[in-house]
């Protein structure tokens, strides 16, 4: 292999271990986020029941 196709190939894995991390990043977000929202609702739910 030439350096210019060894380079080409380190970018690449560079720029999807990159996108796979951030995809893992939001995910991760948007899963603390419902839970937190799911959380609020019950108590909230709660609160409205007992009082």
């Known amino acids: 292999m030439s350096m210019v196709e060894v380079i080409v190939v380190v ?4 720029v999807v271990v990159v996108v796979i991390e ?3 990043v939001v995910v991760v977000v948007v899963v ?17 029941v007992v009082v």
Do not use: L, N, S
């Open 32 to 48: 603390v986020v419902v839970a937190a929202a799911a959380v609020v609702v019950v108590v909230v739910v709660v609160v409205v």
């Open 22 to 24: 951030v995809v893992v």
């Open 11 to 14: 970018v690449v894995v560079v």
